[in-house]
T-cell receptor, first 112, second 114 residues
């Protein structure tokens, strides 16, 4: 069964600080790995998409990394803002099918 | 910017009733999906739809569920006889190509079965 595990489950950080979210997966082989941001009560919004051959991808203050050997990915948020408060979801797409395998998400709360 | 739209945003229904959740995918997209998220849990895949037929479905998507693209713009999810455990947020998504391309999600329909 495909699995995507994320840590920490929740995180509180001060505005302006950096944080790193972790994703471990067992999906293999996979075609790409994505990080989504989900605000409370809203649909997920794509932040980054990386194929299995990519190591890093940036989108503004968000930087995702991927180590396909250890099956780990991280999402780094730089200079956090209050609007970064959300759930950040790691999603892995298995090779050969259309199912997105979702992690439970990292709940980030940014406080002033 | 094109977006996936879902209606209604919130639906309350009695157990045993049929509900239809509606979605308008992005107009040039070819692949359509339904996902659900039970409160406090992760998003779960239900079904994918391409070329007017189901291409994949999960174990959750049993005979109670059906999908349809009735008129070339709407994409609907029908639950025939709702159960309490069907209460969840239902997300529609669409993509231009298969899952290796980016899927865009709607804002979701919160279904509450009482």
């Amino acid at each position: 069964k495909n699995q995507v595990e994320q840590s920490p489950q929740s995180l509180i950080i001060l505005e302006g600080k950096n944080c790193t979210l972790q994703c471990n997966y067992t999906v293999s082989p996979f075609s790409n790995l994505r990080w989504y941001k989900q605000d409370t009560g809203r649909g997920p919004v794509s932040l980054t998409i990386m194929t299995f051959s990519e190591n890093t991808k940036s989108n503004g203050r968000y930087t995702a990394t991927l180590d396909a050997d250890t099956k780990q990915s991280s999402l780094h948020i730089t200079a956090s803002q209050l609007s970064d408060s959300a759930s950040y979801i790691c999603v892995v797409i298995p090779y050969g099918n259309n199912r997105l395998a979702f992690g439970k998400g990292n709940q980030v709360v940014v406080i002033p | 910017e094109p977006e996936v739209t879902q209606t209604p945003s919130h639906q309350v229904t009695q157990m045993g009733q049929e509900v239809i959740l509606r979605c308008v995918p992005i107009s040039n997209h070819l692949y359509f999906y339904w996902y659900r998220q039970i409160l406090g849990q992760k998003v779960e895949f239900l079904v994918s739809f391409y070329n007017n037929e189901i291409s994949e479905k999960s174990e959750i998507f049993d005979d109670q569920f059906s999908v349809e693209r009735p008129d070339g713009s709407n994409f609907t999810l029908k639950i025939r006889s709702t159960k309490l455990e069907d209460s969840a947020m239902y997300f529609c998504a669409s993509s231009l190509g298969q899952a290796h391309t980016e899927a865009f999600f709607g804002q979701g329909t919160r279904l509450t079965v009482v």
